[in-house]
């Protein structure tokens, strides 16, 4: 069984530590981090510890802070034997001061309090040495059936990638709740498009299931939308994505 040491006691880090707990593969024997209040939380589950100077030995050392820190962090590690690997979609892999550096990033979107099933979630693993690459895929295979190796430059784009996928789009279905606020009407209205938009990409290339008056040239639409619209952020908004929208298919119009 393979032993972990978690640096942070953040979100992503009980994440981690609910999805260990339940696996035969991996243990969780002490959670580290400055903030005491926090640390409660793990207190009757594992060892804590708020001293940087008193961490475990263990297989592997996984820290869960935020990115600016992972660096500072990282050097109370330098001197452990087993791997050091942070948790970051951007940072990277040379962030990290001790010589067997990893990284272990799982590409999901994380809500305190929301239970998630990791088994299909990626798991983004790389280091610098062969043998610490598999002690790493160990690890994934206890929380994920969905396993890549993938070096720095490749998730810092993939992270890029999410960014847009993800954190832009809940802000856009936040632009979506905020115009049917301000009109009495009920944002479970969109929940359904919601959900089949989302689906459709599960399926087919997000190219190909773009619909909506930008796609189709449809100004009259477009002109009347931005007429509606009083607030300079979404009138902005609004007139940015249907000119990329028009951009992207203007052979096909």
Same mark, same amino acid.
């Given at each position: 069984m393979l032993s972990i040491v978690i640096l942070g006691t953040g979100n992503l880090a009980k994440h981690l530590f609910n999805a260990f707990a339940k696996t035969d593969g991996a243990q969780v024997v002490q959670v580290v981090g400055r903030n005491?209040? *926090?640390?409660?939380? %793990?207190?009757?589950?594992?060892?804590?510890?708020?001293?940087? %100077?008193?961490?475990?030995? #263990?297989?592997?050392?996984?820290?869960?802070?935020?990115?600016?820190?992972?660096?500072?962090?990282?050097?109370?590690?330098?001197? $452990?034997?087993?791997?050091? #690997?942070?948790?970051?979609?951007?940072?990277?892999?040379?962030?990290?001061?001790?010589?067997? $550096?990893?990284? %272990?990033?799982?590409?999901?979107? %994380?809500?305190?309090?929301?239970?998630?099933?990791?088994?299909?979630?990626?798991?983004?693993?790389?280091? +610098?040495?062969?043998?610490?690459i598999l002690i790493l895929k160990k690890l994934a295979n206890c929380l994920s059936d969905n396993v890549k190796q993938i070096d720095s430059d490749q998730r810092k784009k993939l992270h890029l990638a999410a960014v847009f996928v993800n954190n832009f789009t809940n802000y856009l279905f936040g632009v979506g709740e905020e115009i049917c606020l301000d009109n009495q009407l009920s944002f479970d209205l969109l929940k359904p498009l919601i959900k089949e938009t989302a689906e459709k990409v599960q399926s087919m290339s997000p190219k190909l299931a773009q619909t909506g008056p930008a796609r189709r040239g449809d100004q009259k639409s477009m002109q009347e939308h931005l007429k509606l619209?009083?607030?300079? +952020? *979404?009138?902005?908004?609004?007139?940015?994505?249907?000119?990329?929208?028009?951009?992207?298919?203007?052979?096909?119009?």
């Open positions: 005491r209040d *926090q640390l409660n939380w %793990f207190s009757e589950k594992t060892a804590i510890s708020d001293d940087f %100077f008193s961490i475990l030995e #263990a297989d592997i050392y996984l820290i869960a802070v935020k990115d600016d820190a992972i660096a500072e962090v990282s050097q109370a590690l330098s001197h $452990k034997k087993g791997v050091v #690997a942070h948790t970051s979609g951007a940072v990277p892999l040379n962030a990290i001061a001790a010589e067997r $550096k990893g990284v %272990f990033y799982p590409l999901q979107t %994380f809500t305190e309090g929301k239970i998630m099933d990791f088994k299909p979630i990626p798991l983004c693993i790389e280091s +610098n040495r062969d043998e610490d619209l009083k607030n300079k +952020n *979404q009138i902005a908004l609004y007139t940015l994505c249907s000119e990329a929208i028009e951009n992207a298919y203007e052979k096909e119009l």
